[in-house]
Nanobody
Framework: EVQLVESGGGLVQAGGSLRLSCAASGLTFGSYAIAWFRQAPGKEREGVSCISSRDGSTFYGGSLKDRFTISSDNAKNTVYLRMNSLMPEDTAVYYC??????????????????WGQGTQVTVAS
């Protein structure tokens, strides 16, 4: 069974940094894609970034690449999201999700068959 466990969220001042972790189990390295999504109160879920375990290719939503970096530690089956220069509008619940049957990632929240429970990120102004 595939399980995703996020951690690393919290309260941070504007301009600060956080690193989120998504620990995955039940997956075969090289055969999946993992993405980070976020959802702020009253807003639709938004794709943040994704990475393919096959070739490490990454995608970012909007201009987030300027401040966010997705990476993976294949030995630990863990994907990270480093977030720098955080702004109050980054406040949201952040979720990791996996496409367990393919390696092409994208930032639409369709096709992802397993989701983590989410971790809250709050950026104070």
């Amino acid at each position: 069974e595939v399980q995703l466990v996020e951690s690393g969220g919290g309260l941070v001042q504007a301009g600060g940094s956080l690193r989120l972790s998504c620990a995955a189990s039940g997956l075969t390295f090289g055969s999946y894609a993992i993405a980070w999504f976020r959802q702020a109160p009253g807003k639709e879920r938004e794709g943040v970034s994704c990475i393919s375990s096959r070739d490490g290719s990454t995608f970012y939503g909007g201009s987030l690449k300027d401040r966010f970096t997705i990476s993976s530690d294949n030995a630990k089956n863990t994907v990270y999201l480093r977030m720098n220069s955080l702004m109050p509008e980054d406040t949201a619940v952040y979720y990791c999700a996996v496409i367990s049957y393919g390696t092409a990632c994208h930032l639409l929240d369709v096709g992802y068959d397993y989701w983590g429970q989410g971790t809250q990120v709050t950026v104070a102004s």
